[in-house]
């Protein structure tokens, strides 16, 4: 039985959504990722999503969602291993875990950035532009039912959970012309319906 760590609606979202697709047996346990017990038996890091398995404690949302997929015949999700799709997947996956999450780290957490509440504000602020740009570039580049084409994958778990967080944007990119009606087409999916009401968050406004 795996444990998933997790915070509610942060990036550990994307393996709780995972998780759910995949049918898998799982715990969910909120952590607390600042206490030293968090940091001594799960993660180092301090960090989520950490998933207990047999074998042990896994990190790294990336890991996390290739490992799951891997072992639980998620190859619908990600492309087989070794393919042509499987890459495409992951570098559009990885593209967000490695580029646009520390974005918004810094735009949800400027005060991880600097200690100077000035500079905070500059962090912020430029944190949200450039999430916005991206945003906006997925939204002209958006011409298929899913961001991620024809066919639903796990880069849609990532971009929607992503895109949730992006609600506290100016203009939320939850609302963006082509984004919604794929942001509705995902969410209206059981698998996420069944980990938002667990989590305890929604998928509009700013609560
Ligand atoms: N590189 C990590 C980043 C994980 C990450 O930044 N997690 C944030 C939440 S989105 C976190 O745990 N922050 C500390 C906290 O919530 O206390 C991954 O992709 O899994």
Known sequence: ???????????????????????????LQKAETKSAQYRAQVNPKGKVPALTTPKGVITECV??????CDH???GRLLGEPGTWERARTLERIATMATEMQPVFNRFFHADDFSPDEAVQGGVKSHAATKLV??????DAALK??????????????????????GRWLD?????????????ERVIARPSFARAMAREGVKAFGRT
């Open 1 to 27: 039985m795996y444990t998933l760590h997790y915070s509610p609606g942060s990036v550990s979202f994307v393996i709780h959504i995972l998780l759910e697709e995949l049918g898998v047996p799982f715990e």
């Open 63 to 68: 890991a996390i969602l290739e490992y799951l």
């Open 72 to 74: 639980h015949g998620g």
């Open 133 to 138: 740009a991206w945003f906006r570039e997925q």
């Open 144 to 165: 298929t039912p899913y961001w991620s084409g024809d066919e639903f994958n796990a880069g849609d778990i990532f971009f929607t959970v992503m895109t949730r967080s």
């Open 171 to 183: 203009p939320p990119a939850n609302e963006m012309r082509n984004i919604r009606p794929a942001y």
